[in-house]
Structures are given as C-alpha cells and as structure tokens.
C-alpha cells in the first residue's frame, strides 16, 4: 500500500506557482520522499527528491517538514504543459509505491 | 538520467495470443523494473529484472505469465502471456541509476496494449 496521501486533484492559473501537498505520517528515517509527474499516458517523469532537506532544482522545489511527516512540491510558475498527474512517493528499498496521485489542471 | 525506448510503442493483440515489449537504454544499469498501469489506475510494479539472475516478481504476478529477460545490462524484455482484455494496460519499464541518494528510477515511454 502507498505510504502518502494526496490531494485528488487540483487547479492553478498560468504564471502562479503551484503548490502541491503531500502526507506522509508513517515515512521512517532512511526513506527518502520523490515526486514524478506523468502527462497524458506518457511515462512518468522523474522531477525531484529529497530525505529531509529541502531540494530545488530546474522543474520545482521540495519542502520538507521538520518532522519528516509532509512535503509540497512547488512548481514556482506553472504553465499549461505542467498539467499532468503528480505522484509523491516514498521509496521503500529500492521499490517506489504509487498511490494515486494529484490531478493538476493549469488554467489559462 | 538515461535515455529508454520501448517496442512496440502499441499493439491491439487478441485474445491467447502472447506479445513480448521490448526496453532498450542507452548506457549499463544493474536494476531494471517492469510496471503495469491499468486503465485510470496508478503504477503497479510487475517484477525487478537484474542482469545474471532471475527476475523476481511481486505479489500477484507470475513467470509463467509475464516472463522477462535481462541478457545484457542495456536491455530487456517481458512478455505478457495467454492474454485476456484484463491484460489491456500500459506496460512501463524503468531503469534504476545510481547517485548521492541511491538509486532514482527513469521511465520508458510505455507500451499501449489492448487485448480484444
């Protein structure tokens, strides 16, 4: 079973940043938080990853909270190609447990 | 990251019939992961294949239906067998590289099945 809870989906206008939340209460202390996207059918696309930092790169940046509980993947300007299904996952060993993610829909 | 590709992109396949999806990468990786993603559903990981041993594969799925490959470091193959419209999916394999953090998985594009 998934180890994170998210929202089912969720809007944001064009230009804004998007703020995606995620829970994680039972995460234990060597796993580490990823977040994928995949749009329309394609393969999901690997975005960004974190234990307990918070992370930034290119596409968006990762807030942890201290206790490790919950994150938010921040799309700091989204446009309408970010709309696509976004999976925060916490990886246990090697293997990724999918849950069934957040349905992010960038309004013009 | 790494560059996969998957064969065939889509096939409509009927019924009993077997089809075997093909994943090429363009560089050497230890761990190589097949998923299934049925209609309007999240990833379900089938089976890890690792080069020089056998795969192993997760509850609910068997050798004998979904038997994979791995003959090289750079590429593999699951074939999806006896198939029934139950199997229509999207089949995914993934490539798992190594980094600071461990091993961050990469995705090939999927293969688009439907079993009439």
């Known amino acids: 079973d998934a180890k994170t809870t998210q929202p089912t989906s969720m809007d944001c206008a064009e230009g804004r940043a998007a703020n995606l939340p995620c829970n994680h209460s039972t995460i234990s202390g060597n796993e580490y938080v990823y977040w994928y996207r995949q749009i329309h059918s394609q393969g999901p696309q690997y975005i960004i990853h974190?234990?307990?930092?918070?992370e930034t790169n290119e596409m968006a940046s990762l807030i942890i909270t201290e206790d490790r509980k919950s994150s938010t993947l921040i799309l700091p300007h989204a446009t309408l190609r970010d709309t696509a299904v976004y999976y925060c996952i916490v990886r246990v060993n090697y293997q990724l447990i999918w849950g069934a993610g957040t349905k992010l829909i960038i309004k013009p | 990251s790494a560059v996969i590709s998957q064969k065939p992109s889509r096939d409509i396949c009927q019924r009993g019939t077997s089809l075997t999806i093909q994943c090429q990468v363009d560089?050497?990786?230890?761990?190589m992961f097949w998923y299934r993603q049925q209609p309007g559903q999240s990833l379900t990981l089938i089976a890890t294949a690792n080069q020089g041993s056998e795969a192993t594969y997760e509850s609910g799925f068997v050798i004998d239906k979904f038997p994979i490959s791995r003959p090289n470091l750079t590429f593999s193959t699951l074939t999806v067998s006896n198939m029934s419209p139950e199997d229509s999916s999207i089949y995914l394999c993934?490539?798992?590289?190594?980094?600071?953090?461990?091993?961050?998985?990469?995705f090939g594009p999927g293969t688009r099945l439907l079993v009439l």
């Open positions: 993934s490539v798992g590289l190594a980094g600071l953090s461990r091993e961050t998985q990469y």
């Open positions: 560089s050497q990786v230890t761990m």
């Open positions: 974190g234990l307990k930092n918070n």
